[in-house]
């Protein structure tokens, strides 16, 4: 059973920068397409980002192209978000996901999420 975790969520001003990191248990995750979506209190949840397992191809929602960066490292077993030039309406819970079929499926295994809060 694959298990995420993510951490590197927290407190930041208009225009910083946060990483967000998504630690894998349990399984290797090469194996796994790894997506990161966020909800906002109020809004239904929304896909930000993908990279799939076989040519590291990356996807991005247009309302965060140019501005955050996924990635992942399968020796360390982690897949990141770096994410620069925060706004207000960043702010919300992130969650990594991963499957092996797709990137644009239904995520199999979720992390518990990570509080992202951009305001000055």
């Known amino acids: 059973q694959l298990q995420l975790v993510e951490s590197g969520g927290g407190l930041v001003q208009p225009g910083g920068s946060l990483r967000l990191s998504c630690e894998a248990s349990?399984?290797?995750?090469?194996?796994?397409?790894i997506g990161w979506f966020r909800q906002a209190p109020g809004k239904e949840r929304e896909g930000v980002s993908c990279?799939?397992?076989?040519?590291?191809?990356?996807y991005y929602s247009d309302s965060v192209k140019g501005r955050f960066t996924i990635s992942r490292d399968n020796a360390k077993n982690t897949a990141y978000l770096q994410m620069n030039s925060l706004k207000p309406e960043d702010t919300a819970v992130y969650y990594c996901?991963?499957?092996?079929?797709?990137?644009?499926?239904?995520?199999?295994?979720w992390g518990q999420g990570t509080q992202v809060t951009v305001s000055s």
């Open positions: 349990g399984r290797t995750l090469d194996d796994y397409h």
């Open positions: 996901a991963a499957d092996r079929g797709s990137c644009f499926q239904k995520f199999t295994y």
């Open positions: 990279i799939s397992r076989n040519d590291g191809m990356t």
